[in-house]
């Protein structure tokens, strides 16, 4: 089972910026969709943003035009870049991958506050 280390969270003001970062214990097929979902206090968890493995991707709403996903195969790791963040992107972050089986990791805290 391919397991999954996310970092790059942390304690953000408004308008600020982190990238997150997640890692793969080992290769995986690159026709797997990897992504990031995350989850408030008090609320489900969401998908954030993904890449298929056509390389398209997919953004909730809330976060086009700050979010970046982005991929790098050679070091089974993926990444979400979080610009002008807000108050109410503040949640666990985890990251995700999902093929002939699924793939969670163990979540990272982003708090954005003043």
């Known amino acids: 089972q391919v397991q999954l280390r996310e970092s790059g969270g942390g304690l953000v003001q408004p308008g600020g910026s982190l990238r997150l970062s997640c890692v793969a214990s080992?290769?995986?097929?690159?026709?797997?969709?990897i992504g990031w979902f995350r989850q408030a206090p008090g609320k489900e968890r969401d998908l954030v943003a993904s890449i298929s493995r056509s390389g398209g991707t997919h953004y909730r709403d809330s976060v086009k035009g700050r979010f970046t996903i982005s991929r790098d195969d050679g070091k089974n790791t993926w990444y979400l870049q979080m610009n002008r963040l807000k108050p109410e992107d503040t949640a666990v972050y985890y990251c995700?991958?999902?093929?002939?089986?699924?793939?969670w990791g163990q979540g990272t805290q982003v708090t954005v506050s003043s």
């Open positions: 995700w991958r999902f093929g002939s089986t699924v793939s």
């Open positions: 080992e290769s995986f097929p690159r026709s797997d969709t």
